[in-house]
């Protein structure tokens, strides 16, 4: 595991050997020849830390590179690569890397999402870098991106699609017309929704995510706590058809805007009509895409798999790759720590458009009632869809109204909502969801 | 345009009054405080060469910004942005920029795919960045990424539509079935493709592009003249009907791809048949993608506004913001020197599908001869679909056929083509386009 050649060599040290570390070390051995020749340099594998020295791996390498002591592991370490996930031991050992004036590469969004600014800080510190490109939509280049290539431009938006089981859960439930638990346990048995899901289809994951995102973006410190999340537990039937009968696919998307007025951000997480023809509509099954609005660029899409060993081991290698080039070439490392102030508003603040979709009662003048109860409340309507009402009887005859608006705040929706409950014409809201793109 | 404060300022000479760097001046001056507050120093706009200071411009700075001396321009600059396009004397212009040790950041294809591995290698020497994110797929960030976060993972392939005026014109074709000369035209009135658009519909800008891929992809310098060059000024009617028939869609690909066997690369751009629910075939319009499959990764896509000024500047300023944070932490810059030789092969060597249309007798057993005169040069099919003829008469029946091949070489279909062609039950081969995507 040591070298004897004229080639510099750096030492890795690996904690974790689950499914994303076993594949780091998989590259880190099998492709070591022809790593080394594209940045001049051993990159070498010193030692994995895992609970079980003894257990068996998706990848196997000899028993001597295992170990249960992370003292030993990460001693005289270069690089640590940090993929236990959850919030200790994982800062813990990271700190300790950082202060040991190692490199750290992680992709642990939780802990990145809720500890992320002592991290950062303490890197800037110890003028070391730390890199976390595998903690947002998996393989997707995507923070490097944000950071580096955008630089000179100024981020209005991202919207992300960040988060694969539900992504395919949707998917299942748009295309086939399956239920929402029955999609669920397809994905289960297909591997891509875990047997306790609730992080997943709650939007907890999507939200750690974007609170990643959003630091980026906006040079702001956010965290976890800070973002507005609604799950797709929830979305039903009704909504699935409502939306597509008004050209609309449902995503649960993951959303970080800056606003003017109130200065600030908002950060939400939440399921969103998207028009059939926008680029995030077309991302199927498990997969991820980040789509970014810029004032200059206009919008970009990053697409790729969100998950799974070997692709996210890519984004892992990415970090270890830069940080091994920026080591061989000397000169300091770049740090992340925030550089202004800006406020995270509230979820009222923000505008969207919405569709609303009513039970009334099937006769002349409900349409009018309805529409002037928006307008009433600087709510316009962009267009309306009449379907007739399987809960509509000789008795009292119903139909279903679905209202697509134009842009309106949060909170002018939940004012003009309530008052539509009101209306004697109204039977029952049966349906709300906000609505973005073009 | 010099600065008395203590916040360090890095000087920027700019090279080109056009389009894009009307909007680079635009954002260096308009935005200079929000820039300033991200990274901690003043980027100082020292001076424009242009070649007609008095010429008007879509964003205008005072006069004394333009200069049609190029060395005043040059002269204490740190960053010089060289945005005149073509080879001389932008060659020129930057080596000498290199040899007074500015850093350069270029957007120009041209003399990148023909020039690279000099310019690259004196900025290298001079220990000096050269950057060139804008210099293909426009805004897109991909060289980075392809640089950065993919250097620890095997590109095997990218397939990229990297030409916004060709994708227009395929795009019309498509979807409104008009012919190449009315799309064209139509393109031309809205400004998509220029008056004499032969280096768009040749494919040579896509050419110069997919050399700059490859390079950063493989690690190896490739030039424009070693790309096979195909253009849309062929592709037909009945080339579109068949795609469309089959679930595919016509796009002009760029592709670099590695072989194993024998080593090397092919570089190809040419019409492609990709099935319509490729991530590509949902490009639209004048937007640009790039499509990377890599080893670990599997596949990425990035997407977004190919060319328009303020877009591109984008990229410009990326590339110009990280070689301020870089100059102000210090340490030397990162260069681009091919670290490999790798062959370029003849696209003999690619391997690829196939759709072949052909005219045949409307009489039975004449799928039969076909299907194993294919056969016979080891070519298999996939699919077959046959529509009525519209040269059809009651003297000679016939039918069209087009047929989907599986994989197969180069060569090999070349000898199937001629084969085929010998037939006495065919009269014609109408069109043979390659097909991509799985």
Do not use: W
Not at 193 to 208: L, R, Y
Not at 280 to 298: I, K, M, P
């Amino acid at each position: 595991m040591t070298t004897a050649s004229d080639t510099p060599a750096l030492n890795i040290a690996l904690l974790g050997g689950g499914t994303v570390g076993s594949q780091v070390a998989r590259i880190l051995t099998e492709d070591a020849a022809s790593l080394t020749g594209r940045i001049g340099a051993e990159l070498n594998l010193t030692g994995i830390f895992v609970r079980n020295p003894q257990a068996t791996r998706d990848f196997q390498l000899p028993s001597e590179y295992y170990s249960d002591d992370v003292d030993e592991v990460m001693d005289g370490a270069d690089i640590v690569v940090e993929l236990i996930g959850g919030i200790e031991p994982a800062r813990e050992l990271i700190l300790k890397a950082i202060s040991q004036g190692a490199n750290v590469v992680t992709g642990n969004k939780e802990l990145l999402a809720t500890h992320g600014n002592e991290l950062y800080e303490a890197a800037a510190q110890a003028g070391v870098q730390l890199s976390f490109e595998a903690s947002v939509a998996g393989a997707i280049p995507i923070l490097r991106p944000l950071r580096d290539s955008l630089s000179g431009d100024k981020i209005t938006r991202i919207m992300g699609i960040v988060n694969g089981t539900t992504n395919y859960i949707l998917d299942q439930m748009d295309s086939t017309g399956a239920s929402f638990n029955d999609a669920l346990a397809e994905a289960q048995r297909l591997g891509y929704a875990e047997a306790d899901p609730a992080a997943d289809v709650e939007g907890q994951d999507a939200a750690a995510k974007v609170a990643i995102l959003a630091h980026l973006a906006f040079h702001a410190p956010f965290t976890l706590d800070q973002v507005y999340t609604e799950g797709i537990t929830d979305v039903s039937d009704l909504d699935h058809k409502s939306a597509a009968e008004a050209g609309y696919i449902i995503k649960l998307l993951a959303i970080a805007e800056q606003l003017e007025d109130p200065e600030g951000v908002v950060l939400r997480v939440h399921p969103t009509l998207l028009p059939r023809e926008h680029p995030l509509a077309s991302v199927r099954g498990a997969y991820n895409a980040v789509f970014v609005e810029a004032e200059n660029v206009d919008e970009l899409m990053f697409y790729g798999p969100g998950a799974g060993g070997s692709a996210t081991a890519s984004a892992v290698m990415g970090d270890v790759m830069s940080i091994a080039k920026r080591r061989l070439r000397g000169g300091p490392g770049r740090t992340h720590t925030a550089r202004r102030e800006l406020e995270c508003l509230d979820i009222g603040e923000s505008t969207t458009r919405y569709m609303v979709v009513v039970r009334a009662a099937d006769a002349s003048g409900v349409l009018a009632k309805v529409a002037g109860t928006f307008a009433d409340h600087g709510v316009s309507i962009k267009s309306m869809n009449q379907t007739p009402d399987e809960a509509s009887s000789d008795d009292e005859k119903t139909a279903l109204l679905a209202f697509i608006t134009h842009r309106a705040k949060e909170s002018q929706l939940a004012q003009t909502l309530e008052a539509t409950k009101g209306l004697d014409v109204v039977n029952e809201v049966l349906s709300v969801m906000r609505v973005e793109g073009k």
